[in-house]
């Protein structure tokens, strides 16, 4: 599937440290998927440096193609 990014989603990528090739990864292949006040918000968990950290995406998918908003991880896994 085709996805847009938000100049925002860029600058949050860059200052997380997260690559669009991750974000795609996730986004195509979601270990979970929950809609919140009509976003889309795909997660799936990744290992970096020996942690594991779920990585959640978050998509407007009522635009044509879907905007890719914002992204990060978190290392709190029982929160989400």
């Not at 195509?28 to 968990?45: L, T």
Request: glycine share 2%; proline share 4%; with cysteine.
């Amino acid at each position: 599937m085709m996805f847009k990014f938000s100049h925002h989603c860029f600058e949050q990528l860059k200052k997380r440290g997260l690559t669009e090739q991750i974000i795609i990864r996730v986004v195509n292949n979601p270990s979970e998927k929950i809609v919140e006040n009509g976003i889309a918000i795909y997660q799936n968990s990744i290992e970096e440096n020996s942690k594991t950290y779920l990585l959640r995406v978050f998509v407007n998918e009522n635009k044509i193609p879907p905007l890719i908003i914002t992204a990060y991880k978190t290392s709190k896994l029982k929160k989400y």
